[in-house]
DNA sequence: GTACTTGATGTGGTTGGACCACACGCCTAG
DNA sequence: CTAGGCGTGTGGTCCAACCACATCAAGTAC
């Protein structure tokens, strides 16, 4: 057993014992290394992993920011880990896509009408009818498909889903520039979002799964893959 | 930017750029500190990151075995992540197996027949006819649902499936002690598995996907979930 | 009395150097 | 020709020191 998991695996038992919760902080590293009887340096790299993983973030300073506090942000850890597979070629993009599509329409399907993220995601279609740059287009249709998926109420597919997204952001935003008639595009977007929210409130689930799933699809067979590009 | 995350880039950029691929060897960490003008301190920070990541993989000594190769380890990194955020309270294990039985119904429906994952399968199915130890029946079982997930073919699916098991593992093996009758309901596990490959095999995709769904959610009810355990 | 300056304190961030355990492969003694 | 030992290179660990930063408290000027 390395030096570093066996800081790793105190610091999961305080995770999991409740001692360590949700915006609590962990020791100074050096106090930490001198309970644990471990280098400083042993500590620094269970820390760099769990801050990797989302579960961390070291802050230096003084104050309420500073030291290394608990977070929750599983979306930060899946997303580079699938980003990383994705550059060593071992996790095809189609596969990434096939099953954001797959994610995407259960989420839709399962989405509750009163759900304070529908109500969010109804918001943001607002905004990006009265938005003219592309940039912020993106971005708020990024903010769209993300809440839809949290609208379903299951944590881990709303981690994923973002994750996904994560992974394949530059990959996406580089397919933009091949569409032939941004603004045409635009206005179909809009439309079949409304499509979707449509379907959602009226808890026809079934319908909103096969309009996400054509949805995403279509924009990625628009914007060239499969086309050469 | 801090410096061990500069490492961490020129690794990422290493792998896009296709300069370290699968099996390749990392620059031994004292040299790659000299390359990068930074300490080895920062360099082993990035590569225990990568390591937690599955993309790394770190040997001591000589030969083939040693050095820092490159490794495509998904399941890894996605389950020690995601078990660690089950720690927290921030993934509910109801959210996971729902999550499971979503993704493995849909390689349920996926599934090639021909698929050699999908033979895979079969084997185990076989081994656990004329297997008398509940312990070594799970980990066959486990294998099982692994190849099935195998046989749609989406590496992302099947990485996601492996990590949700993972992080679950310690949970679920604690239900198997709820059960009132292993036998029976070993036995009952084995028609059931029977009959996802037989659906499979004659491509009835959309049954196979319900008997998957029904086969573990109805495991986790008779294990305990939802009745108090 | 108030407002600003200044220093003490504590945090993570980084570095260089040192030593250890390990595994391989050469090289020598038999 | 064989068997053992030693050199070399790898990651693993530890230490001591220094830096940058943020806060807070004491002190000072007004």
Redesign the interface.
């Known amino acids: 057993m390395r030096t ?1 998991q066996l800081v790793l695996q105190w610091i ?1 038992g305080q ?2 014992s ?1 001692q360590l ?2 915006g609590g902080r962990l020791p100074a590293e050096r106090t930490l290394a001198e309970q644990l009887q471990v280098s400083r ?1 042993s500590v ?2 269970a820390i ?3 801050e ?4 961390l973030r070291a802050g230096v300073g003084s104050g309420p920011e500073a030291g290394t506090v ?1 977070i ?1 942000d ?1 979306t930060a ?2 997303g ?6 994705v ?6 993009v189609k ?2 896509v ?2 954001r599509v ?2 995407e329409s ?1 989420a839709a399907s399962r989405a509750s009408p009163e759900s304070p993220a529908l109500a969010e995601a109804a918001r943001l279609l607002e905004q990006m009818d009265t938005c003219a740059e592309t940039e912020t287009f993106l971005a708020l249709d990024v903010r769209f498909h993300l809440a839809l998926a949290d609208a379903a109420g ?4 709303s ?2 889903m973002g994750s ?1 997204r994560e992974a394949i952001q530059d990959y996406a935003g580089r397919l933009t520039g091949n569409l032939p008639d941004w603004d045409a595009t635009a206005a179909r977007l809009r439309t079949e979002h409304r499509g979707i929210l449509a379907a959602i409130t009226t808890h026809d689930g079934g319908r909103a799964a096969q309009l996400v799933a054509d949805h995403i699809e279509g924009y990625y067979a628009e914007a060239g893959v499969g086309s050469g590009a």
Chains 1, 2 share one sequence.
Do not use: C
Not at 80 to 85: E, M
Not at 87 to 92: F, G, K, Q
């Open positions: 570093h999961e995770l999991s409740g919760a949700l340096t620094r790299e760099r992993v769990l990797a993983m989302g579960v608990v929750a599983p850890a899946l580079s880990a699938l980003r990383l597979h550059a060593t070629s071992h996790l095809p596969d990434i096939e099953t797959l994610l259960w299951n944590a881990v597919v981690a994923m996904l």
